[in-house]
């Protein structure tokens, strides 16, 4: 066994290991095929402050080594989620990181005051970059100023862990990051979903009812990995790497580069206990070669 | 109990120019009408996405998946060997009905994959079949079906069995003094609607399994809600199993 804990702003995780927002449901769906309690923290689904329906239509397309979705931020709404949900989860020992989106400063601030109250979240994960939903978060995932006031607005109304999600739809992400910083978040979990699209050949339609997805799983990880690596010498606070992570080695890889801790994506939909097992195969990795977790993250040889 | 496991392929065996049968070792015993995720398991990542599969048979932990090629996932899938591995995640989603009187099985093309299990599980004294297919040619497994229960075959050019769509035999049927106390239905969504209108016409109970694209089968990923006239429905966790009033136009 190795010390696999670190700590992100005032949360410390039991090892690096996370589940990302929007692949993992609200937590129970995943109970038959892991023990929760073995990994580091998972991210509930973006929660908004009333309850959203979600896209219309075709709402996922798989494409080479990855997949699009559109599911348009679907959710429960911060009342059934507080009031139905976390009585679900409270129970598990280990981290559990609200991701939370509005669509104007006023409702980020609100969701976060609200969300706030309750003792058992352990950190809340700003979603400024889902492209999924027309009105959404790409305007404020994208202006680095309009990022540094949001998350300064709602850094006022919330002492849990702040972690604000950033979107790789921008020309420089380590600019972002640094608003993020600025703005006085405790760290920054890259990268959320690419922007893309795919056309049904026959009919020359979007195959997705909203035409334009976000693109995930290992087909994104060579640039998610490009702009952890930048970001974590960009930026004093942790990184939490994200981005086509399906296998024991890219765990290591995004580690390697800087990212304090990792979120495993679409990959649980492929093999829904791989959390689990990517957390037992890092303390096997590590105890095998006597390396402390400190030692290799960061260890990029430049 | 549910799992996710990676077994190894068994039997593979081509039953016409487009299904084939595979079966795989699999403890959890599922229930009628549920359905599995599979994906080849490993460790490849195109194709990345697990595919939904109805369950043909499940017999003393060994599962049989009827499946037809509609793309490259399940064209590669086809490809394979006995003895190469797989990924199985299930048994997922809910159950059809049962009866304890006269149950009629309608399934169209490859809808008819899990109308075999169902109809050798339901406990109902009175079981029939009606398949549709769309001719003799690209029909399957007939003999199969008949082994469990009295089957009436349909077909689009009349090759095989009666020239008639499958909610028109039903019709036939229960006119002539044969109406079921429940039908179970799968295939494509406009032949489960026009069963429904003729089970309402008889008043019928009718349940009918749905398919739409899933990421994960589990309700994680919140890829396969469709609207249907009635409701909006996840149909992995909610379904995959609908009564009829989903067919109806929400008021």
């Known amino acids: ?302 | 109990m549910q799992r996710s496991i990676v077994t190894k392929i068994a039997d593979l065996m081509p039953i016409s120019n487009e299904c084939f049968l595979m079966a795989v070792p699999f403890e959890s015993e599922p229930l009628p009408g549920q359905f599995v995720m599979i994906s080849f398991g490993d460790g490849r990542t195109d194709p990345f996405l697990p595919r939904p599969i109805s369950i043909f048979d499940w017999d003393d932990g060994m599962l049989t998946l009827l499946i037809r090629v509609v793309g490259r996932g399940t064209l590669l899938m086809a490809r394979r060997t006995v003895g190469e591995p797989v990924r199985v995640t299930g048994p997922l989603g809910n159950s059809f009905p049962d009866t304890a009187g006269r149950v009629c099985f309608i399934g169209g093309g490859i809808g008819i994959a899990p109308l075999y299990y169902a109809a050798k599980r339901s406990t109902a004294p009175d079981k029939s079949f009606i398949l549709g297919f769309r001719s003799a040619e690209q029909s399957y497994l007939t003999d199969d079906y008949l082994k469990i229960a009295t089957a009436h075959f349909v077909s689009d050019d009349g090759s095989l069995g009666d020239k008639l769509f499958p909610h028109q035999k039903l019709d036939a049927l229960a006119k002539s003094g044969e109406k079921p106390d429940l039908v179970i239905t799968c295939g494509p969504e406009k032949m489960m609607a026009a069963v429904h209108e003729v089970a309402k016409k008889h008043g019928i109970r009718d349940h009918h399994s749905l398919e739409s694209r899933m990421g994960c089968g589990i309700g994680a990923c919140l890829g396969c809600r469709v609207q249907m006239p009635g409701a909006s429905v996840l149909v992995c966790k909610e379904g995959p199993i609908f009564d009829g009033s989903i067919f109806e136009e929400k008021k």
């Open chain 1, 1 to 302: 066994m190795t010390d696999l804990r670190v700590h992100i702003g005032k949360t410390t995780l039991k090892n690096p290991i996370l589940t990302a927002s929007g692949t993992f449901g609200y937590g129970p769906e995943f109970e038959p095929y892991l023990d929760l309690n073995r990994i580091g923290g998972f991210c509930t689904k973006g929660i908004s402050l009333e309850p959203r329906p979600g896209n219309p239509g075709i709402r996922i397309v798989e494409t080479s080594s990855g997949m699009l979705n559109s599911i348009g931020l679907e959710n429960c709404g911060s009342r059934v989620f507080l009031d139905e949900m976390m009585p679900k989860i409270a129970h598990y020992d280990t981290a559990i990181i609200v991701n939370f989106y509005a669509y104007t400063e006023e409702d980020f601030v609100k969701l976060a005051a609200v969300l706030s109250e309750n003792d058992r979240i352990d950190a809340l994960e700003m979603n400024l970059s889902c492209p999924n939903v027309k009105q959404g978060g790409s305007a404020f995932g994208a202006d680095p100023k309009l990022i540094e006031s949001l998350t300064a607005a709602v850094r006022k109304v919330t002492t849990k862990t702040l972690i604000v999600k950033l979107s790789p739809n921008v020309a420089d992400i380590t600019v972002t990051a640094r608003a993020a910083e600025a703005g006085g978040a405790d760290a920054v979990s890259l990268i959320n979903t690419l922007v893309g699209t795919a056309i049904d050949l026959r009919t020359r339609r979007f195959i997705l009812g909203n035409k334009v997805g976000g693109l995930s799983g290992p087909a994104i990880k060579p640039v998610a990995l490009r702009m952890v690596w930048q970001t974590a010498k960009a930026v004093k606070i942790p990184v939490i790497g994200m981005g086509g992570i399906a296998s024991l080695g890219d765990v290591l890889d995004f580690l390697i580069v800087g990212a304090r801790a990792v979120q495993v994506g679409s990959a649980n939909f492929v093999d829904p206990g791989i959390a689990q097992n990517l957390a037992e195969g890092l303390d096997h990795w590590l105890t095998e070669r006597t390396e402390t977790l400190d030692q290799l993250i960061g260890s990029i040889q430049e």
